[in-house]
């Protein structure tokens, strides 16, 4: 099995440095760059084979935010994990807009850091959605009241089922939750949402919360619309 190729972007070198000794003593991942700051990230990056990027917000000369919007919006671009100090702040809100996969609190205990990892890896979003969902109801009057009906024909594309999954995890259901809600198998849920992800071309499910709220699917601090 091929190590998962991480990178870290942190202005602070003892952070870098003790995130690097946690991931070299694990057999499935390898640090392979480093930067100080967005601007080096990006240059770094352009030559080096990445799958993980940890992702630091308040940097200097370019942030975290801007940095991973720049990065997601390459062909093919690495899964990016924000690392905030506030669980619900505007940063990791903007990361997740951005494209990031998840966040994760700067002083996470180490074995939950690399389970990101690997969720990140794996394809899965790692913050609950439960958790993306409160900090969505908090900063939803941020989101842009435009682009709201071409959005909208997005969600045409989905059947009426797929819409109805789509709420749920919106409403930070997991899989199980759904399955149980709806009286399907776990299985047939993960191939909804895969379906759901292909057909709005989103990377995983926290974009899915995203989109429902960008949609008025879901409402803040409510249910579905």
């Not at 003790?18 to 499935?28: E, H, I, N, S, T």
């Not at 093919?76 to 998840?102: M, N, Q, R, W």
């Not at 379906?195 to 926290?206: A, C, S």
């Amino acid at each position: 099995m091929s190590s998962i190729r991480v990178m870290l972007v942190d202005d602070q070198v003892l952070l870098r440095t003790g995130f690097r000794m946690v991931l070299a003593a694990q057999p499935d991942m390898e640090v392979v760059a480093e930067a100080g700051d967005g601007v080096e990230a990006l240059q770094v990056l352009r030559g080096a084979e990445v799958d993980v990027v940890l992702m630091d917000v308040r940097m200097p000369k370019l942030d975290g935010v801007e940095t991973t919007r720049r990065i997601c919006a390459d062909q093919d671009p690495p899964k990016v994990l924000i690392l905030t100090t506030f669980d619900l702040d505007e940063y990791a809100f903007s990361g997740l807009k951005a494209g990031a996969s998840g966040f994760m609190l700067k002083d996470v205990p180490p074995g939950e850091l690399l389970a990101a990892i690997r969720s990140v890896h794996s394809g899965d979003a790692v913050v609950a959605p439960s958790t993306t969902r409160r900090l969505l109801d908090r900063f939803a009057p941020m989101l842009p009241a435009t682009g709201v009906q071409p959005q909208h024909k997005r969600l045409e594309r989905l059947t009426e089922r797929e819409r109805e999954v789509m709420m749920l995890v919106a409403q930070g259901l997991s899989n199980g939750e759904i399955a149980a809600r709806l009286v399907l198998s776990e299985a047939t849920v993960k191939t909804h949402v895969g379906r759901i992800l292909t057909k709005l071309g989103l990377r995983d499910r926290v974009q899915v919360v995203v989109l429902a709220y960008e949609t008025g699917l879901v409402r803040a601090g409510g249910g579905a619309h």
